[in-house]
């Protein structure tokens, strides 16, 4: 179990927020895998997008509950100039052309609700209206509304509100969880370029080390060829092993070059920075059990949400289509007070009332089965989206319970390959010393120094699986098994 370095993780901090001047002369940081998982779910590209793909979820869902909200708006039209010649009506009842010239200004304040229960919108309004007309002389006047109160409401159509009041929250709520799932991947990622680093290290460190055991080595064996103790052939044979340990070693550093590259332009550090990596060698013979960690994916994961929202919507989809085909009514009432004067202090005194009622009707009579073919498309819908909601639950379930037997497999290929790793050095260790003194040939040195370099990369390799399978279960189940804790959302974290 990885465990908790603090000063790291502070030090690490610091480098986020600096200009790394302190590092001038030391410039050599020490980073283990948890800090890095830290410092890339802080500031890496990829935990970037995720944060900004929440964001807009978030205000998305903001954005629907505003819609439930009163909305206060201002109209005004500051003035309107209009000098034109218009077909009027004359007293006699004649129409002639006459010119007009006026000038008009209005203002109406308006406050508006969304009723989501029912579909329909309720409303108030205040507003002004004032005409200047030009002839010989101006005549002004006013129109006022002190208040109209008034309902609009669709009697049989689709109701967009009730269904999005059921929607809107699974939606944000699976965004939610989906972020905690990009950042369990941002630490898978960073998992791969740690250990893509690390068994570069290692590899350099190999080549090093097998490059002056190979120059130890042709020394040796030149001076046994001069002695006439062994053949040319096996002195040729370590010449050749000592220009591939150099091209190696070459070919080893031009590697370690581009993965520690790869790993401070992920985690965005400095080129200047040196990384010493802390392998993460301490680990938990943990057996996880496939029933708790399918059932923690099951309440947990973002998908489970998507799941119940995919369906609600094919079930709006089909309702939608089925009262669209459907005799529709739409009811609007009004009822205000209003006043016209000559000036704007009586436009407000002794206001006389109104009202207005209108109920429109939509009836379908023909339309050559358009409605019909919209119902059963989205019956059609509705039945592919069940059963691909099904088949991807059964593929849910199996794939967290492989991931929990690879992981629980794991445990037993991390302790063979370490004890591999542990036999392989000593055998070659034996294997140098029964050569130097002649028990033994070349081939079997070549053996074993290939043997021990594989040993020692295949125990890197199954560490790097050991914990790359960890995080991808806490990314399927938001669970981490290894404290025994869940994977919740954290509003400021993920600020």
Known sequence: MIKQNSFVA???????????????????????????????????PEAMMARHRYR???????????????????????????????????????????????????????????????????????????????????ITSYLSTPLNIGFRQPLFAYNQFRWSRKTEPLRFNEAQRRYVEDLEATAITTINYFFDLLMAQIQN?????????????FQIAQGRFNMGTIAENELLQTELNLLNSRANLENSQLDLETKEFNLKSYLRLPEEIIIELLPPYETSALIIEPEQAINQARN???????????????????????????????????????????????????PQDQQRLTIGVQVPILDWGLSKGKIKMAESSRELVKTSVEQEQIDFDQEVNLKVKQFNMQQNQLMIAARSDTVALKRYEVTKQRYLIGKIGIIELNMAQTEKDNA??????????????????????HFDFLSNRQLEFDEEKYE
């Not at 005004?76 to 004359?90: M, V």
């Not at 460190?205 to 080595?217: G, H, R, S, V, Y």
């Not at 998507?306 to 289509?321: D, H």
């Open 56 to 138: 807009n979820s978030y205000w998305q869902f903001r954005t629907h509950k505003a819609g439930f909200m009163p909305m206060l708006n201002l109209d005004a039209t500051i003035p309107e100039l209009n000098r034109s010649i218009d077909r009027i009506t004359q007293p006699d009842g004649s129409e002639a052309f006459r010119e007009r010239r006026y000038l008009s200004s209005s203002m109406n304040l308006s406050l508006a609700k969304n009723i989501g229960f029912t579909g329909g919108q309720i409303f108030l309004n205040t507003n002004l209206q004032r005409i200047d007309l030009f002839a010989d002389s101006t």
């Open 205 to 217: 460190q190999i080549q090093k080390l097998n490059t002056a055991n190979n120059d130890t080595l």
């Open 300 to 350: 947990n994961r973002a998908s489970a949400l998507g799941f119940e929202r995919r369906l609600i919507e094919a079930e709006s989809e089909l309702s939608k289509a089925r009262l669209d085909s459907r005799f529709n009514a739409n009811l609007y009432a009004v009822y205000g007070l209003t006043q016209s004067a000559e000036e704007l202090k009586n436009a407000y005194l002794n």
């Open 456 to 477: 020692a990369l295949g125990y890197i390799s199954a560490l790097h699986s050991y914990w790359r399978n960890y995080y991808e279960l806490r990314r399927l189940t």
């Open 10 to 44: 502070l030090l690490l901090a610091f480098l986020a927020i600096s200009d790394f001047s302190v590092f001038a002369q030391q410039n050599i940081i020490k980073l283990s895998l948890e800090d890095a998982i830290v410092f890339a779910v802080r500031q890496s």
